[in-house]
């Protein structure tokens, strides 16, 4: 084999790696076809519901064969920050069926309204304080 036709081989070899790099990275750009792929099983269903306007937050619902689960994030530039669980509504079997929410001078009150295993329909609020999601506060509704 000559210099010259080594050279063309490993000139050729580099530009079919460079391409297939940028394919791959071009198909990992799809973030919706990338949550679909980690979408996990026994997953019915998940929706995000954004927070009070003026504020970073977002809660994540997610429907799952015998119960739901409700996580509260704060987004910043296109990226999740800080993800908290509200595990009371996974340990009491209840279904979400609507969350409300308004900013407070302290942070955010959300209102979920839920649905019990036995049918009846019940109201809690979420006090969420900025910045310390973990130090929040789920109870029944005070009328």
Same mark, same amino acid.
């Given at each position: 084999m000559t210099a010259k036709s080594r050279i063309l081989r490993n000139q050729t070899a580099a530009l079919a790696l460079v391409l297939?790099? @940028?394919i791959n990275e071009a198909a @990992? !750009?799809?973030e919706i076809a990338d949550a !679909?792929?980690? =979408?996990p099983d026994g997953t019915a269903q998940m929706a995000a519901i954004p927070g009070p306007a003026e504020s970073d937050l977002r809660f994540v619902v997610t429907r799952l064969a015998d119960r739901d689960r409700l996580f509260v994030q704060i987004r910043r530039d296109g990226k999740t920050q800080s993800n908290v669980e509200a595990s009371e509504i996974e340990t009491s079997g209840e279904r979400i069926l609507e969350i409300r929410s308004e900013s407070e001078a302290t942070g955010t009150t959300a209102f979920v309204d839920t649905l019990a295993p036995d049918g009846s329909e019940l109201t809690y609020?979420? =006090?969420l304080e900025i910045d310390k999601l973990d130090a929040y506060i789920y109870q029944p509704a005070s009328n």
């Amino acid at each position: 084999m000559t210099a010259k036709s080594r050279i063309l081989r490993n000139q050729t070899a580099a530009l079919a790696l460079v391409l297939t790099i @940028g394919i791959n990275e071009a198909a @990992g !750009a799809d973030e919706i076809a990338d949550a !679909a792929r980690m =979408f996990p099983d026994g997953t019915a269903q998940m929706a995000a519901i954004p927070g009070p306007a003026e504020s970073d937050l977002r809660f994540v619902v997610t429907r799952l064969a015998d119960r739901d689960r409700l996580f509260v994030q704060i987004r910043r530039d296109g990226k999740t920050q800080s993800n908290v669980e509200a595990s009371e509504i996974e340990t009491s079997g209840e279904r979400i069926l609507e969350i409300r929410s308004e900013s407070e001078a302290t942070g955010t009150t959300a209102f979920v309204d839920t649905l019990a295993p036995d049918g009846s329909e019940l109201t809690y609020e979420l =006090f969420l304080e900025i910045d310390k999601l973990d130090a929040y506060i789920y109870q029944p509704a005070s009328n």
